[in-house]
């Protein structure tokens, strides 16, 4: 069980548009969906952290105009990043959680974006 | 703030040999520990936890204790083997800041047969 995915695992797109990523908690219901990212052999680093119904909220800075959240129900979170260039390609993981507070956060697999 | 400090990577290590990944934190409160893995492609997957003080998280072999007087949660196993091969996050989730998994670099693991 707990099982979270992303889609797509890897997208490739041109500087100037925007790209959308899915996650998904399949078969619980995810109150709380948080978003990362990764650099190469670097760290997760936590970008905003959404809930159900509510905007996101968004670390320290991270652009909320250029990193979309939207979690419109209890099983999907998008992350859609307008106008990418070079630098916002990267590794961008999500998780998800059954509820607010100290519930266990289930990890997606991953999409890693290029922007060429 | 609240962080994590591991050892850096790579590990290299042979089959059956000891390992151990030191891990040291800084937080305010009193937060709950993790490791994480993620296999070569995949996810993060829980490892193991602890949630207060001189707790012992085990799984798969791999141990690591709740450390508060040395703000430590070192990972260890005592024979490892070529699938352990891997990156091995440390983390800490505390109360404060609405519950934010706060992540080490990473380690990576490997393991030759």
């Known amino acids: 069980g707990a099982v979270v995915s992303q889609h797509p695992s890897w997208v490739i797109c041109k500087s100037g548009t925007s790209v959308k990523i899915e996650c998904r908690s399949l078969?619980?219901?995810?109150?709380?969906m948080f978003w990362y990212r990764q650099f190469p052999k670097q760290s997760l680093m936590l970008m905003a952290t959404?809930?159900?119904?509510?905007?996101?909220?968004?670390e320290q800075g991270v652009e909320k105009d250029k990193f979309l959240i939207n979690h419109a129900s209890l099983t999907l979170s998008t992350l859609t990043v307008t106008s990418a260039h070079p630098e916002d390609s990267s590794f961008y993981i999500c998780?998800?959680?059954?509820?607010?507070?100290?519930?266990?956060?289930?990890f997606g697999p991953g999409t890693r974006l290029t922007v060429t | 703030g609240n962080s994590v400090t591991q050892m850096e990577g790579p590990v290299t290590l042979s089959e059956e040999a000891f390992l151990t990944i030191n891990c040291t934190y800084t937080a305010t409160g009193y937060p709950s520990l993790f490791w994480y893995v993620q296999y070569p492609g995949e996810g993060l997957q829980l490892l193991l936890k602890?949630?207060?003080?001189?707790d012992k998280g085990s799984n798969k072999g791999f141990e690591a204790t709740y450390r508060k007087e040395t703000t430590s949660f070192h990972l260890e196993k005592g024979s490892v083997q070529v699938s352990d091969s891997a990156v091995y996050f440390c983390a800490l989730r505390t109360n404060t800041g609405g519950f934010k998994t706060i992540f080490g670099a990473g380690t990576r693991l490997f393991v030759k047969a």
């Open positions: 959404s809930n159900e119904g509510s905007k996101a909220t968004y």
């Open positions: 998780s998800a959680s059954p509820g607010q507070g100290p519930y266990e956060q289930y």
């Open positions: 602890a949630t207060k003080a001189d």
């Open positions: 078969d619980f219901q995810a109150t709380t």
